[in-house]
């Protein structure tokens, strides 16, 4: 009875109730707010602990304790508007080249900071912020930038530090660091500041983008970042590229495309599809000339003997636009792309094999990518055989891949169930092979995981569409298949087979074409779940052993 009264009595306290034990009843005094007031009481030894840093000459010791306190407590204990403690003795005492100090500093100021308000740190310690990137070590400059990035995302805070040109040519010099996370602080900095208005216009202001040409030029690998930078603020909005294209870098970018650095080629082809991913960019790239250019690469790529280096990039920028914008428009005013896509997926390179068919897969995703495949008619019947005899044939990796392209190629949705598109994709099914429903069923049978459930899905992406229906239930064995969990080895393979009952039992026509008692079967597999287990039970006979 005690022990239950005391564990109402707490459950009590931390909500601020009453409570009532053996007919009487008590009433808490303590508030939620109690908490934050305990927290107070036990952050109140930090203060003292900050208040010790000040002219000790040896603060090792002191600043071990101090971080021991501070990760002992939550954030809540430790953030106040205004703290009755200052970090400036830390900030005094992480100037140094000693190892030791400097990380114990760093671990205290990165825990205190995260507590405290963006516009409190931008208030009293901007100075102190911008002193850490003068640092000679890298975990203080870290710190700095992720600060400055805390605090241009908070709106009251941005404006106390973004009238510091010094900050942003600061972080820019930052994108030049030998280490790789300093670079990717930074340049996710500048991404952030960029976003809103105030921060592109101190940008622009503040010509931040001097400083970056002159960070290019410490190297191709630096250039690379910079350019990394340019596309994701030339994404934001209109006037953050118009912004970027002023700078000539964006042209710069461009121009590397078709230059004599094969490597570069590739990496420039890379971040041009991803500076397409914006509307504003697309139609920037198409008044520049940029996505002709990389049209004519294609062209040419038959007589360069390094095309195969960055064709692939040039590719999927082209199946990157298809589905962004218009699979018909793309196909037909670049012509060179769907017939190197088929050219590439009917060659020997398993590379170039695997980024057609990729690339067929998003095509085919949609029913207007599906007609422009059917309008090249004999030409896409030959290119899918061959994907048909991947399935069968290929590496693991590769097969997967064919039967995900086939997947979306032959999937209809129930709304576009026009006689014509049926058609359509009961013809591209019996293209795949003599015997596709043998081929994709003895897939599924084989105890590799991944072409277990590719197979599976083929079977699902055709589930809906009648002439489907009809070949599963005149296949021997289909339906026993189908709801059988035993065969499935994993809990993919099981999560699959649900996925296709569902299908076929959410199709208009499953009954009609599979007849009530199997659709009875297929309902009841779908309302027990995908790894219900029939119980047994044993009957013990007299006698027996």
């Known amino acids: 009875m005690l022990r239950s009264a005391e564990l109402m009595?707490?459950?009590a306290e931390d909500a601020g109730k009453s409570y009532q034990v053996g007919g009487a009843r008590h009433v808490t005094c303590v508030q939620r707010k109690g908490h934050v007031s305990g927290w107070r009481?036990?952050?109140?030894p930090i203060q003292q602990l900050v208040a010790e840093l000040s002219g000790q000459e040896d603060p090792i010791e002191a600043l071990r304790s101090l971080k021991t306190a501070v990760l002992a407590l939550p954030l809540t204990g430790l953030s106040e508007r205004r703290p009755a403690w200052s970090l400036r003795p830390v900030f005094r005492l992480v100037e140094t080249r000693e190892r030791e100090q400097v990380n114990l500093c760093v671990a205290i100021l990165e825990r205190l900071l995260q507590a405290l308000d963006p516009l409190y740190i931008a208030q009293n310690y901007k100075a102190e912020l911008l002193q850490g990137f003068y640092h000679p070590e890298d975990s203080v400059t870290l710190l700095t930038i992720s600060q400055v990035g805390r605090i241009v995302e908070c709106p009251e805070a941005e404006t106390e530090i973004l009238n510091k040109e010094e900050l942003l040519k600061q972080i820019a010099q930052c994108i030049g660091n030998d280490k790789i996370s300093v670079a990717k602080e930074a340049i996710k900095c500048l991404c952030k500041i960029s976003r809103s208005t105030s921060g592109l216009s101190t940008m622009i202001r503040s010509n931040v983008f001097t400083h970056l040409k002159s960070v290019m030029a410490i190297s191709d690998v630096i250039r690379y970042r910079v350019y990394?930078?340019?596309v994701e603020i030339s994404s934001v909005s209109a006037e953050s590229l118009e912004f970027c294209a002023s700078s000539g870098i964006l042209s710069q970018l461009t121009d590397e495309l078709t230059g004599d650095d094969i490597l570069l080629r590739v990496t420039c082809a890379e971040m041009v599809t991803a500076l397409a991913g914006s509307l504003h960019c697309r139609r920037?790239?198409?008044?520049?000339?940029?996505?002709d250019k990389m049209s004519n690469m294609i062209l040419g790529a038959e007589s360069?003997?390094?095309?195969?280096f960055y064709l692939p990039g040039l590719i999927k920028f082209f199946g990157n636009l298809a589905v962004l914008d218009s699979p018909q428009q793309i196909c037909e005013h670049y012509p060179a792309f769907l017939e190197k896509v088929y050219d590439m997926a009917e060659g020997h390179d398993v590379t170039m094999i695997g980024v057609a068919v990729d690339t067929l897969a998003v095509l085919g995703a949609t029913v207007e990518g599906k007609q422009v495949l059917l309008k090249t008619g004999l030409r896409f019947n030959n290119v899918f055989r061959r994907i048909g005899q991947q399935c069968r044939n290929a590496t693991t990796e590769l097969r997967v891949r064919c039967?995900?392209?086939?997947?979306?190629v032959l999937h209809l949705p129930a709304e576009h169930h026009t006689e014509d598109l049926l058609a359509m994709a009961a013809s591209w099914f019996h293209n795949l092979s003599n015997q596709p429903m043998d081929m994709f069923r003895s897939i599924a049978t084989q105890p590799f995981p991944e072409l277990h459930c590719a197979a599976l899905k083929v079977f699902t992406a055709i589930a809906n569409q009648p002439w489907a229906q009809k070949l599963m239930i005149e296949s021997p064995g289909f339906i026993e298949y189908i709801v059988d969990r035993t065969v499935d080895p994993d809990?993919?393979?099981k999560d699959c087979k649900f996925e296709l009952v569902k299908a076929l039992v959410n199709s208009g026509t499953i009954a009609e074409v599979f007849g009530n008692q199997h659709y009875l079967r297929l309902r009841a597999y779908l309302r027990e779940g995908p790894y219900y287990i029939q119980a047994t039970s044993a009957v013990a006979v007299e006698g027996a052993e």
């Open 41 to 44: 009481k036990m952050a109140a």
């Open 491 to 493: 809990k993919d393979s």
């Open 284 to 291: 920037y790239l198409a008044q520049q000339g940029v996505i």
């Open 228 to 230: 990394e930078l340019v």
């Open 304 to 308: 360069d003997p390094f095309s195969a």
């Open 403 to 408: 039967l995900d392209a086939v997947s979306s």
């Open 9 to 11: 009595r707490r459950r």
